[in-house]
């Protein structure tokens, strides 16, 4: 399993291989020769555009979480109960 795991993370990552590329000599270039100013406001660009997807992310990630953790506390409720009801109590379900 552990084996198939790593094959799939190497996939993965060579197939993202082609996204690391995407820095341009171009871009790069006219980035390096803006001044000092203008390289700062790009570096606060990048970061300012990470901030909306990293928080939808961590939204996403902690409703999931929780949604989790909400039913595996009415599972546990719901055979505990099954669990104390006798046999022939009529809100037992067969």
Known sequence: MRFRAAILAAFVLLWAMPAFSQGCAMCYSTAKATSKDGQRAISKGVVVLLFP????????????????????????????????????HPYRQA
């Open 53 to 88: 997807p990293l928080g939808f992310m961590t939204l996403g990630i902690w409703a999931a979480f929780r949604y989790g953790r909400k039913r595996d506390l009415e599972q546990t409720q719901e055979t505990m109960l099954h669990l104390s009801l006798p046999l022939s």
